[in-house]
């Protein structure tokens, strides 16, 4: 246990690099999964909470978006933000900003048919109640959410589990950028093609740890949720 | 006084609710009776404002001071209290606890809402509701899951409540014994039409249709008199 600890140490002391595409990393997995998250809670509770026509075709289409391949997304997002793309002019193509776009795109879709489903499972039981006593809709919905947390924690780490292992989109839009948008998968990638086996299996160790630690904490959660 | 006219649920082609005229009056409990299907859900989700009829007048509600309790009572997940004190604009705990030891249920004050039983969160439910004034208050079977003595104590809970607010109290009951020691009125519904309104004693005693006297028969009214 002390020569992987050690191993590790020397590996984190001799690779500057490496803590920053760990850096990298964790700052497009969690930016992503906040605004994914956010989005796709915020849009599937309201979906959830409301019966309208049309109801059901978005909870399909959400559906269908759950299983988009990344790399399509990265092809898309690629299109739109290259030079002769509609937001070309922002130049974002090869960001980290461009990486977070795509997958938000990815986690999105996830969390709003995830969110509208827990929230519609609740639906019957709570809504004639939260009506029933008067409260406003701000309050029904913020109720709503409070009921829904265990689902809707678990919505927030298969997000940050989704934007924290992908590689597709990561590597069309980010372009495994040197210092720049090299995160651990597209590291994993490039080392692996160079031979680095040692650098590459640390990368894949560490990534597997940083996946340990937020099961862990979505598990204690869900725990005090129950 | 609460009143509707012309009031019809229609769903597809089938009419739930048909109300020509019915009204209510402060300081009385009505009970609403029939069958299965007869309408008292429906009729109570419209004077919630829950449910918007297909057509008709609805005059004197007030949403703001309108309370109802559905059939199956909810309790969120965190303590009793806070499950009374949510229903309070000023989350007032003197007002939610006093709630709370009307209906029994003053010593799970600090329990958690989620674990509480049928029983417990029904009458959970109800300090709920009355926690505070309220002019109308709609009740969906309040005790079906209550134990006798619990019953009880709901029971004298509700008229104490009405006494002192001079409010309006609906419930659905499908206990004709609950109807008479309880409420000043019945209303008997039947394929959502009101067959009989009027005076809990003579409408349960002395029905004056077909219809409610098989009803009421059915159920040995007279027997547990």
Redesign the interface.
Known sequence: MSTLWQTFCSLFAAHSELRQIIGVTLRMACTSTLIGCTLGITLGILVGITEFRGKRAILRITSTLMSLPPVLVGVIVFFILSRSGPLGQFRLLYSVTAMVISQVMLITPAAMNLAATAAGERMG??H??M?????NRKKQIW?ML??CRKQLSVILFLGFGRAISEVGAAQLVGGNIQYKTRVMTTAIVLETNKGNFDLALALGIILLLIALVVNVIAGRLQKG?T | MISMHNVTQVYGTRCVLNIEDMSFEPGRIYALMGPNGSGKTTLL?IM???LQPTTGELTGFD??S?????Q???A???SVLKNVT??LENADEEAAMEALRAVGMDHMAQANGSGLSGGEAQRL?LA?MIARPRRLL?LDEPTSATDIAGMGQVEKALVDYVDKTNCVLVFSTHSPAQASRFATDVVMLQDGVAMEMGDAKSVLLHPKTEAARTFLQHWQIRTEE
Do not use: K, S, W
């Open positions: 039981q709570v004639e109640t009506a029933g006593i008067g409260l109720y409070y009921e949720n | 989700r919630a404002g829950i949403p703001a309108t309370g109802y309790m559905p199956r009572a909810y969120f997940g965190f949510m229903a439910a709920r709609l």
